[in-house]
């Protein structure tokens, strides 16, 4: 059955691919029968049947891709400047301000040490308040190392996408202040 | 960092500031991130890795329980003048590394199917470049958190990168990959990073997790047990029972063997693990896996006589500890045999794609600008091909000066000199000539290899075989690097 549910991935991913940009029920009709087998991995083997199903999918993806490259058409290199200008007009450079250094240590450490002391506040709290007065547990052990780097990952992706440094301070205090609230009711 | 030109319209001003944190993260952490992905993508066959250092080692698929007992006498046997062990581990036969191998707090030696000692365990370039990846070659601990938090700013790359690209999903099966080598790099950059995303999520956050654990653990350390870390580990993988030095005779694993064997007959054996051997305190761990599970195995303990004690309970027992073991595997990608180490390699490689395109995508459009790029380029070259051509080197080194050849200071020194020259003589740093340089010592070690060692075992093989493709792919980019560079 295992296997079943794996070719049926690989079906779905190939309907995913024949209706993207085209047949758009195609492509709905490919997630849908993603989901629902991996839902049937779940079901059948629990969280390694999961992985073993996104894993395929990744893969049969990944060859897809692969397929477009070799079939990709061969254009000339030469470019005009308004195709040179749109291909360079998403990637981000910083403001020619010198080397900022100040600014930039600042953003370093707000978006580092500051966010890794707020999620570890944070998690610590939940620990806190999923033990209650019992001794550590490996529930709420594992709650809390797990918590830590999704809060991080979290705030310092938020952190990067504020344009201030000062607005920079707020997603660690919006991690930080809800921590003590549970650290007190805990 | 995206060059497509999907997006040209004037993007809203979150995906503009989620592009600039997306490259500043990139910077920042980039070049460490493309170390850790390649040598990660590396080591997920390390067992594959570690058989083709050693060629020549016997190998027996089985260790039966009367060998393993045998072993330990034998092992403790050549520890005579040394410090008396507190561990020691008997490393099962497997199908990825069909060689038991016997360790303790001072040496390692592989042994036969009779448990004898068949030579020393002096996989170095392997282990090396494991400790690449597991902690940078630093002090474990301070080097597991350094790579904890990038495993962090991977993920909130990844985020960012999401967050940059409004059409991500719309573009996801487009690559023009023989268009405009900056349009090219910029599709090769977005649709890997699409179609690898739950991959390097998995693995960055799994990453972090492993490496950051040890943050964590020493903050509950100090809040409830005065310090002491080994309370807060034994919470998900069990107490070691009370010490007890007065001497007794070594442990009866043999027949903590056959028990596992009879009593949970699902099981395969990876490791024993005796704590204190020799003393009125010594117990024995047997990890065994379990098929299909994302755990990395049970380990089920034993007294000295062997009699059966109990289980830590990571198969079955609270979710905490099933879900902290199952980081490992799935983290290593050693959950579900060759085709998953395969696909981990191969997403591993696209991650460090992914890394490299990435900030070459911003170096271009900096020399676009008019900004000083040239020492910035020719670093960059350093770290994507110079760390691989270190990696191949060192692995000459091992071959030419033996296993303790001082394999982390020859790395470290070629990085440093690259970067040296990179920054005063950047003209001097050719990619194209690190990119051939690179292949041509992987088709040499591979061809060496085989030639040298004649070992027709099909993974050592595959491997000679793999590096020998690899070569040939690293030098036809490079010859159509070098033609896109004298056209454009």
Not at chain 2, 426 to 442: E, F, H
Request: aromatic share 8%; hydrophobic share 55%; glycine share 8%.
């Amino acid at each position: 059955m295992t296997g079943v549910a794996i070719a049926l991935i690989v079906i779905a991913l190939v309907l995913v691919r024949t209706g993207w940009g085209r047949a758009r029920r195609v492509a709905v009709a490919g997630w849908a029968l993603a989901v629902v087998s991996l839902s049937g991995l779940g079901w059948l083997d629990g969280a390694w049947g999961i992985a073993v199903g996104v894993i395929a999918a990744c893969f049969v993806a990944l060859l897809m891709i692969a397929y477009a490259a070799l079939t990709s058409p061969s254009r000339p290199v030469r470019r005009s400047a308004e195709t040179t200008a749109a291909l360079f007009e998403n990637v981000a450079l910083p403001e020619n301000n010198g080397l900022a250094i100040g600014r930039r240590l600042l953003v370093f450490l707000m978006v580092v040490p500051l966010s890794f002391l707020a999620a570890q506040w944070f998690a610590f709290a939940l620990n806190a308040a999923m033990k209650g007065d019992m001794a550590l547990d490996a529930n709420s052990v594992a709650l809390m190392m797990f918590v830590q780097p999704v809060i991080w990952t979290i705030l310092m992706a938020w952190q990067m996408t504020l344009s201030g440094t000062r607005a920079m301070l707020l997603p660690p205090a919006l991690a930080a202040v809800p921590g003590i609230l549970i650290w007190m009711l805990a | 960092m995206d060059a497509g030109m999907s997006n040209a319209n004037t993007p809203p001003n979150l995906v503009k500031r989620a592009l600039a944190g997306h490259a500043s993260i990139g910077l920042l952490a980039g070049a460490l991130i493309y170390l850790i992905a390649i040598t990660g993508s590396i080591i997920v066959i390390h067992e594959r890795w570690q058989r083709w250092e050693q060629p020549n080692i016997a190998e027996s698929s089985i260790l039966t329980p009367a060998a393993a007992q045998a072993s330990i006498s034998a092992a403790l046997a050549l520890e005579q003048g040394l410090p008396k062990t507190e561990h020691l581990y008997i490393r099962m036969p497997t199908h990825d590394l069909p060689r038991a191998v016997i360790t303790t707090d001072n040496k390692a030696w592989y042994l036969d199917g009779e448990g004898r000692i068949a030579g020393r365990e002096a996989h170095s370039w392997t282990e090396f470049i494991m400790a690449l990846h597991i902690n940078l070659t630093l002090p474990v601990v301070l080097g597991m958190i350094l790579v904890g938090i990038l495993g962090v700013a991977l993920a909130a790359l990844l985020v960012t990168g999401v967050l940059a690209h409004p059409k991500i999903f719309k573009d996801a099966f487009r690559l023009r990959a023989r268009h405009d080598p900056q349009l090219a790099r910029a599709d090769w950059h977005n649709r890997l990073g699409v179609w690898t995303l739950p991959f390097a999520l998995a693995v960055s956050l799994t990453g972090a997790f492993i490496g950051l654990s040890y943050a964590g653990a020493g903050v509950l350390a100090q809040a409830y047990t005065s310090g002491d870390l080994e309370p807060v580990y034994a919470t998900i993988f069990g107490e070691e029972p009370e010490h007890d030095a007065a001497p007794a005779p070594l442990p009866n694993i043999a027949r903590a063997l056959e028990t596992v064997q009879t009593r949970f007959p699902e099981t395969f054996p990876t490791y024993v693990v005796v704590h204190d051997p020799g003393t009125r305190g010594q117990f024995v761990q047997i990890i065994a896996e379990h098929p299909r599970r994302l755990i990395y195995g049970e380990a089920y303990s034993f007294d000295g006589t062997g009699a059966y004690v109990g289980k830590v309970g990571l198969s079955d027992g609270t979710f905490g500890r099933q879900a902290a073991a199952s980081t490992y595997t799935l983290h290593f990608g050693s959950f579900g045999g060759l085709p998953i180490e395969l696909a981990y390699m191969l997403f591993g490689l696209a991650l460090s794609a992914i890394t490299a395109t990435g900030t070459t995508l911003w170096l271009r459009k900096r020399q676009r600008k008019g900004l000083p790029t040239r020492r910035l380029n020719a670093a960059w070259s350093v770290v994507i091909w110079g760390i691989p051509l270190a990696l191949v080197l060192t692995a000459w080194l091992r071959a030419l000066a033996g296993p303790d050849a001082p394999l982390v200071a020859a790395f470290w020194l070629c990085i440093a000199l690259g970067l040296l020259v990179a920054a005063l003589e950047p003209a001097r740093i050719q990619q194209t000539w690190l990119m051939k340089a690179l292949g041509v010592s992987l088709a040499v070690t591979g061809l060496t290899h085989a030639v040298y060692f004649r070992v027709f075992a099909a993974g050592t093989m595959a491997l000679n075989l793999g590096l020998i493709i690899a070569a040939i792919m690293i030098i036809m980019i490079a010859r159509r690097s070098a033609v896109a560079q004298e056209v454009s």
